[in-house]
């Protein structure tokens, strides 16, 4: 196993080379990212899965950057069980507006994959976003994408029924960061208008069901910086970034990259989310 360098790249960047690397939301320019032991690999999601399974032996934990945002779900529910057990973060690649996919080294057609070979990890999930109000259905068989919810027994145009919430809680009519959905399975969701339609940024729950989900800047503060040490690797969500508008003091204790959607781990499984820090914590 060699030693390899991880590194973020702004958006739109193009990388040669045998590094891991990916495009990052907030970089500026080509960061380092870490530098760990392990092997690196690009691919199809049914390639990166075979390669994975053959590395479980070997590996103390994965770090997956998707190439675009579509089919993850999929693709992580169909993994074998010894890799699903397997500590794993990431998410996917930044990629400029219009583009289907972003930057990723190895080049991967879905998917590049860093097995980490050295020391021992945890992986932990940290949501900005608190539960609030009571719960409701979104209507159709779409997984990412409703047009009705059904609450109290009402059907509501979700539309309609979003901008009022919003309104609600004294945020603009354009916000979507400070107010998601999160799913009875503990998954958070970004929205946006999506045509007459709402649209997901992950998959919905299988149940559909879910609840409002509201940004807290000074209970997200407490819980990331008490979670989060310098021998932590960190995953975010781009849509998260700005909303800190106090400080973000974990990047300077801990790599840090921003992505579009995040690998995080919910009842000890690997899930594609929203609006979420990922993290793997190096525990020996």
């Not at 973020?8 to 760990?36: N, T």
């Not at 092997?39 to 997956?64: C, D, H, I, N, R």
């Not at 993850?72 to 930044?94: Q, S």
């Not at 916000?175 to 998601?180: F, G, P």
Request: charged share 25%; glycine share 12%; proline share 3%.
């Amino acid at each position: 196993m060699q030693r390899r360098v991880l590194e973020r790249r702004p958006i739109g960047w193009s990388a040669a080379g045998r590094e891991f690397a990916w495009a990052c939301a907030a970089a500026d320019a080509p960061e380092k990212f870490a530098e760990l032991m392990g092997t690196a690999f690009g691919g199809t999601y049914a390639a990166a899965a075979e390669w994975m399974k053959s590395q479980t032996v070997t590996t103390s934990a994965f770090v997956l950057i998707f190439s675009r945002g579509e089919g993850i779900e999929t693709f992580l529910t169909a993994l074998p069980e010894a890799v699903r057990a397997t500590p794993m973060a990431g998410g996917a690649a930044a990629r400029e507006a219009g583009s289907e996919s972003g930057m990723t080294a190895p080049t991967g057609e879905d998917v590049a994959v860093f097995a980490i070979t050295e020391g021992m990890w945890e992986a932990v999930s940290l949501r900005g976003h608190f539960a609030m109000g009571e719960g409701f259905q979104c209507s159709g068989i779409d997984p990412r994408r409703f047009d009705q919810v059904e609450i109290a027994g009402e059907m509501r145009a979700a539309a309609d029924f979003l901008a009022e919430q919003r309104e609600s809680y004294g945020l603009r009519e354009d916000d979507w960061d400070r107010l998601a959905i999160i799913g009875d399975d503990g998954l958070l969701r970004h929205l946006h208008a999506q045509g007459g339609t709402i649209g997901c940024g992950a998959d919905l729950p299988r149940s559909r069901k879910v609840r409002l989900a509201l940004f807290d800047e000074d209970r997200a503060l407490g819980e990331i910086v008490s979670a989060v040490n310098g021998r932590s690797l960190v995953f975010g969500c781009a849509g998260l970034h700005g909303l800190f508008s106090k400080s973000r003091p974990w990047e300077s204790t801990a790599a840090t990259t921003y992505l579009y959607g995040e690998l995080v781990t919910a009842g000890q499984q690997p899930h594609f989310a929203n609006l979420t820090f990922a993290l793997l914590r190096r525990i020996l």
